[in-house]
């Protein structure tokens, strides 16, 4: 995937969650001020912190996506891995701001003074928690089709605003029923699957930003592949490491020690730019050419 085509699916995902976290935010908002749902307000607020994430998300793809100039050689894609650490952050602060308001209303007895909410309560917590769960879905499947983090993690956060949503879905019920304090244990337990996000993001984010080879099944193929090219004998090393959401290989191949300077070259570059066609996340691959001999293959 090129930065140019992520950059395309970036921007149309961005605008559309924007779009849906804005209009949720206002239903969310005016649905807890006269359905009596102080849950209600809140999750609003969560929504509202959606849009920020997001344009954090297409600042991040847009600097990633910058072509290499003298001070960063390599490219800037690890700039999408900041990105996703942020995110990653905020959605922590998210998760702990959920998990203290619960022990907080559960210790001093706070959920005792929530007023009865109306069912219009009811009703906008359910269709946020359909509407984010779609949001959670279009943009996690984008992220996984672009390898994105920054995406990923934008993902993560739709399904916090929906497990938010369980919550003001589980205390506006509660409050109906008179069990007020359900809505704050909601809290707690919502907030250990946040946590959760948070950290799994952050630790996906520092692997591609520590130059983590690839999984053992993209390296295979990768082998697979150069040793099925004309005039390589053998693969004596395979390197590999992510950077960002692309991927650079070193490679040692083995040609016959009689070929000619030229010869072994055109093997190299016959290697290299079928790598490059073959595997859409491969920014570059150096190939390096060791002489092969018969000698060699009796041994």
Known sequence: MQSYDLQKVALKVS??????????????????????????ISDAIHSAS???????????????????DKNHQFGHERFECVAAILLAAVLFATGVGIGYSGIDNIITGAYNNFEVPHIIALVAAAVSI??????????????????????????????SDSLSSIGSLVGVIGGLCGVKI?????????CL????????????AIKKMTDEACDEKTQNEIKEFIESCKGVRRVDNLLTRKFGNRIYVIVEIACDAELSLTEAHNIAEEVHEGIEQQFTAVKHITVHVNPYTATESKE
């Not at 969650?17 to 359905?35: D, R, Y």
């Not at 359909?130 to 672009?146: D, I, L, P, S």
């Open 15 to 40: 605008i559309t969650t924007i779009i849906m976290n804005a209009a949720l935010t206002v239903f969310k908002l005016l649905a807890g001020i006269f359905g009596k749902s102080y849950a209600l």
């Open 50 to 68: 959606d849009v920020f994430s997001t344009i954090i998300v297409l600042i991040g793809i847009k600097v990633s996506a910058k072509k290499a």
């Open 130 to 159: 359909v509407v984010k769960e779609a949001m959670f879905w279009y943009t996690y499947v984008a992220a996984k089709r672009v390898n994105s983090s920054a995406l990923k993690a934008d993902a993560w956060h739709h399904r």
């Open 182 to 190: 359900l809505d704050s244990i909601a809290c707690i337990v919502i």
């Open 193 to 204: 699957f946040i946590l959760k996000a948070a950290v799994d993001i952050f630790i996906d």
